[in-house]
């Protein structure tokens, strides 16, 4: 199986901000001097948006996934 890339990354964390919240307004992750990789869910609904950073563009993905999965358990254990 080919190796995953941050767009196929970017693809999941829609599906599953989409499947679980409702209407999102994009994915995506942006590079700034200071801070390093932000990857930002942003919802058009109740929540503002989510963001996640990290050294690299897949890691702050993964950490953005990873703070999404745990947020949608919580809301399921409710």
Known sequence: MAEKTNTDRIKEIYKLCKAHFGDIRFVGIKY??????????????????????????????RKLRNRVKKIIKRYNAV
Not at 34 to 58: P, R, V, Y
């Open 32 to 61: 700034h001097k200071k801070i390093g990789w932000i990857a930002k869910a942003q919802f058009d609904g109740g929540f503002e948006n989510l963001t996640a950073d990290g050294l690299t563009s897949t890691e702050a993905l």
